[in-house]
């Protein structure tokens, strides 16, 4: 009985050994990134451009990534873990919009400077957050698809999961843009969570229930569009006459709109929000006197001395002509 | 084994008393030996490990997986298993948001029973198909699994429940003697838990069935009844899980509790219960808990990647199974 157990402390010694920063020097700032899922392309991105930040890389910032899975519960529990951990910052990417208000209230009571980053918090009380307008992203895909569509035609939507802030606020915007535009109509909305597998067998439901009605695919990410574009390609729909447009600029998306498989993608720029958001913790900590070091703050958005409560990330339109310059 | 099953099912009062005892105790010490020598670990790896302050998180983080983990230890005694408890807590979580939002605003005692009331009865269905209809408790509850959220995603449309009363979250977020409320819960039903399995004819007969199903059968236990009856207690569980975890993140998430199933199983597991049944104790679940917990805790105040983590909670899952096959 003893063997058994000491082995499992034995394998949980080593293996944290080998995944641990065990020589952590006391003088660095510590900033948590809470990270809603590393399994995604996007966020792997966004935590992957926090850690090349340039303060980070000079060794004076330590990140941590606290990989919360998809789950506004590991959430709360991690940010109770940072806040233990007294970390000199947090910047967090929640998952859900109304599940993370508590755990960011805790954290400005006890006056941690949270920067909220990539999705929206019902929490009023974060320090400064650094989003993109999803609203606006689903606007202009809306628009890109009525300038190819000229004489109208019918539409499947794909949202994301239900509840989060980007759903919510990219459908208002697809909604909006599609509102002035009488020709176009939607035939179907559905979640696709994200997930390319989930967009790939939504798509292959749809082009059986609607078979050569379809004349548009909108998809609130890359990930659920490119698992349409399968499911198109497999019943051999003509890419070329019919749209596919979607959000994120991920490396794949970006190949499909090279090869004329996907029409036009948004851009959301890992960089900008994640490294803006260590700029603006580091702005929190160190005080007025830092200077961002991010490129982000050159020309893509306004640093206004870093107190600014909401910063707005701009979108990049993708589509054939330019997508090789941002390969 | 069996000399000890008889013994407990058939012995003289004191007998049964005494098997019983030294088989929790075996069990405890060594569990708890090897939570100790991971707290020790952790300590000397970490300065904040050992405060009150983080005490008081990983007590909490444990206690949703802890409860469901209790509930789940009934039914793994009896050679079954119950893979649906994830589904079960978003649906009952589904159940009580509904009864305390504002704009419907009923007590929360409401609330409870509500969430309570929807566990055992999805229990009960599980406990029937297969203490009755002998549908294989792997498919069935795997059936139930897939039913319990859809019949979430269905009551809500898919749509998160939020704006939850503060008698609500309190459950989640409130203290009472500087405890958090989910950890007071969590000792509250292993306690009651415990006796029951320890203490009452009901405890010893559910060893009885797991041991030998058709001993206790001969030997006059209604075997069915009892097998139903752990299959209405995890479900319970699992819905007083899904109000906590409800509470906690003030929100009832169609969602909710993916994948939960299987850390309760492994707290199980980790705890020294046999997956064939009729041996293990609620001591070993508790402690299971705690170690998966604290391993969770521990792992992400070192900043270890999630999936180093996700690695070796696996490898210590399958290392129980291992050591509990080499013990038979």
Redesign the interface.
């Known amino acids: 009985?003893?063997n058994?157990?000491?082995?499992?402390?034995a394998?949980?010694?080593s293996?944290?050994l080998?995944?641990?920063?065990?020589a952590a020097a006391q003088e660095k700032i510590r900033i948590a990134a809470l990270s809603f899922g590393?399994a995604g392309e996007y966020m792997k991105a966004w935590s992957t451009e926090i850690q090349n930040h340039p303060a980070v890389k000079e060794g004076k910032v330590e990140i941590?990534?606290?990989?919360g899975?998809?789950?506004?519960?590991i959430q709360?529990?991690?940010i109770?873990?940072a806040?233990?951990?007294?970390f000199n910052a947090i910047i967090m990417a929640p998952f859900?919009l109304?599940?993370s208000?508590?755990a960011i209230d805790k954290a400005a009571e006890a006056k941690v400077p949270v920067i909220v980053s990539a999705l929206k918090t019902?929490s009023k009380n974060y320090t400064a957050s650094i989003i993109v307008d999803d609203r606006e992203g689903g606007r202009i895909i809306a628009e890109e698809m009525a300038k190819r569509l000229p004489s109208g035609g019918n539409l499947v939507l794909m949202e994301g999961?239900?509840?989060q802030s980007a759903q919510i606020e990219r459908r208002a915007g697809v909604d909006a843009g599609l509102e002035a535009h009488s020709n176009l109509k939607l035939l179907a909305d559905k979640?696709g969570?994200w997930s390319r597998a989930e967009g790939q067998a939504l798509m292959e439901n749809w082009l059986s229930a609607y078979p050569d009605q379809i004349n548009g695919v909108l998809a609130e990410n890359d990930e659920m569009a490119l698992g349409a574009i399968e499911a198109m390609k497999a019943a051999n729909v003509d890419l070329s006459k019919v749209p596919v447009i979607a959000i994120d600029g991920i490396p794949d998306a970006k190949r499909a709109v090279e090869n004329g498989e996907m029409a036009v993608t948004l851009y959301k720029y890992a960089r900008a929000e994640g490294q803006g958001a260590v700029d603006l913790a580091l702005r929190q900590v160190i005080g007025a006197e830092y200077k961002p070091q991010s490129e982000v703050w050159n020309g893509l958005m306004e640093w206004k001395d870093g107190t600014q409560k909401d910063y707005v990330v701009p979108w990049l339109i993708l589509d054939k002509d330019n997508v090789k310059k941002y390969m | 084994m069996n000399a000890n099953i008889t013994k407990i099912a058939t012995g003289t009062p004191s007998e049964r008393r005494k098997a019983e005892i030294t088989k929790d105790f075996?069990k405890s010490f060594?569990?708890i030996?090897?939570f100790l020598?991971?707290c020790v670990?952790f300590t000397s790896?970490n300065q904040?490990f050992l405060?009150w302050?983080?005490w008081l998180?990983l007590l909490?983080?444990s206690s949703?997986n802890g409860i469901l983990a209790i509930g789940v230890t009934f039914v793994i005694l009896t050679k079954g298993i119950d893979l649906s408890v994830g589904s079960v807590m978003a649906l009952a979580g589904m159940m009580a948001a509904n009864l305390v939002t504002t704009g419907n605003e009923h007590l929360v005692i409401w609330s409870i029973l509500a969430a309570l009331g929807t566990g055992a009865v999805v229990g009960l269905a599980n406990g029937v198909l297969i203490a009755r209809i002998n549908v294989p408790p792997f498919v069935a509850t795997l059936g139930m699994l897939s039913m319990a959220r859809g019949l979430t995603l269905i009551y809500s449309d898919?749509?998160?429940i939020?704006?939850l009363t503060a008698s609500l979250?309190w459950i989640g977020?409130g203290n009472v003697l500087g405890l958090p409320v989910p950890v007071l819960i969590f000792f509250a039903v292993f306690l009651i838990g415990w006796l029951t399995l320890s203490r009452t004819t009901f405890g010893r007969y559910v060893y009885a069935v797991g041991g030998n199903e058709k001993a206790a059968r001969t030997s006059g236990i209604s075997t069915r009844t009892i097998i139903a009856a752990t299959y209405v207690i995890c479900g319970l569980l699992a819905g007083l899980a899904g109000l906590v975890?409800t509470a906690?993140?003030?929100?009832a998430?169609?969602?909710?509790g993916?994948g939960y199933e299987l850390d309760a199983i492994a707290a199980v597991v980790?705890g020294g219960t046999s997956l064939s049944g009729g041996r293990g104790s609620l001591v070993g679940t508790l402690f299971g808990a705690l170690i998966i917990g604290t391993?969770?805790?521990?792992?992400?105040?070192?900043?270890?990647?999630?999936?180093?983590?996700q690695?070796?909670k696996g490898?210590?899952i399958v290392?129980?199974v291992i050591?509990d096959q080499?013990r038979k």
């Open positions: 009985m003893i058994r157990r000491t082995f499992i402390a394998i949980a010694a293996t944290m080998l995944g641990a920063d065990l590393e941590t990534v606290f990989d899975k998809y789950d506004p519960l709360a529990n991690q109770d873990t806040l233990t951990q007294q859900d109304e599940a208000a508590p019902s999961p239900i509840g979640s969570n | 075996i060594s569990i030996l090897v020598a991971i670990l790896l904040y405060t302050n983080n998180n909490r983080q949703i898919g749509r998160p939020a704006n979250r977020s975890l906690r993140t003030t929100a998430l169609p969602q909710a993916i980790i391993i969770n805790n521990g792992m992400d105040l070192m900043g270890v990647s999630s999936y180093y983590q690695l070796l490898a210590i290392l129980a050591a080499i």
